[in-house]
Nanobody, 122 residues
């Protein structure tokens, strides 16, 4: 069983930065690809970015390229989402996700966190 718990959300002004963390329980964290999705009010959940189990490969949505960065620390069972140059349209609930491989992560993750609110004011 794998459990994911997000932290670090909140309110930030446009142009600001925020870092989300996702702590993962379970001894097999290093075997999972990890990623982030988000869901804005009235919209479907969408893929944001993902990282392979080794950290050697990443996948980003076009809307966040150059602004968001994903990283992981397998020793700490934690994955991070660094968000810079935030825009009001980045406002959403952000979900951490895990899957056995990078492709699976972008399509249908195996595990989800409970989600955390990020609000960007204009």
């Amino acid at each position: 069983q794998v459990q994911l718990v997000e932290s670090g959300g909140g309110l930030v002004q446009a142009g600001g930065s925020l870092r989300l963390s996702c702590a993962v329980s379970g001894r097999t964290f290093s075997r999972y690809a990890m990623g982030w999705f988000r869901q804005a009010p009235g919209k479907e959940r969408e893929f944001v970015l993902a990282i392979s189990w080794s950290g050697g490969s990443t996948n980003y949505a076009d809307s966040v390229k150059g602004r968001f960065t994903i990283s992981r620390d397998n020793a700490k069972n934690t994955v991070y989402l660094q968000m810079n140059s935030l825009k009001p349209e980045d406002t959403a609930i952000y979900y951490c996700a895990a899957a056995k491989n990078l492709y699976g992560l972008t399509v249908v993750p195996d595990y989800w966190g409970q989600g955390i609110q990020v609000t960007v004011s204009s």
